[in-house]
């Protein structure tokens, strides 16, 4: 079993930057990919941005590209999401999941995940 537990949301304006982190506990990662999702108010959940646990691969919807930065932290168990250049439409509850390593390339797809966090929110206004 997987714990995933977000924080870092918040209200911030246009232009600014936030730094949401997903803190994982219970089995080893090493073999999941890990995934960050988002669902804004009245629509369904969307990807966002996806790697691997272990190694480089990145994988980010075209919305986000160049402004925001999935890394991870192995000695703390963290994934984080980096967002530069918020847009009043990056609104929405964003969530962290994790994915089996052999489903990574489903790692758009809300469904192919195995474990979810309970959401943080994220709020930019104009």
């Known amino acids: 079993q997987v714990q995933l537990v977000e924080s870092g949301g918040g209200l911030v304006q246009a232009g600014d930057s936030l730094m949401l982190s997903c803190a994982a506990s219970?089995?080893?990662?090493?073999?999941?990919?890990m995934g960050w999702f988002r669902q804004p108010p009245g629509k369904e959940r969307a990807f966002v941005a996806a790697?691997?646990?272990?190694?480089?691969?990145?994988y980010y919807t075209d919305s986000v590209k160049g402004r925001f930065t999935i890394s991870r932290d192995n000695a703390k168990n963290t994934v984080y999401l980096q967002m530069n250049s918020l847009k009043p439409e990056d609104t929405a509850v964003y969530y962290c999941?994790?994915?089996?390593?052999?489903?990574?390339?489903?790692?758009?797809?809300?469904?192919?995940?195995?474990?979810w966090g309970q959401g943080t929110q994220v709020t930019v206004s104009s």
């Open positions: 219970g089995r080893t990662l090493r073999t999941y990919g």
């Open positions: 790697r691997l646990w272990s190694g480089f691969t990145t």
């Open positions: 999941a994790a994915i089996k390593g052999s489903s990574w390339n489903l790692a758009n797809n809300p469904a192919s995940y195995d474990y």
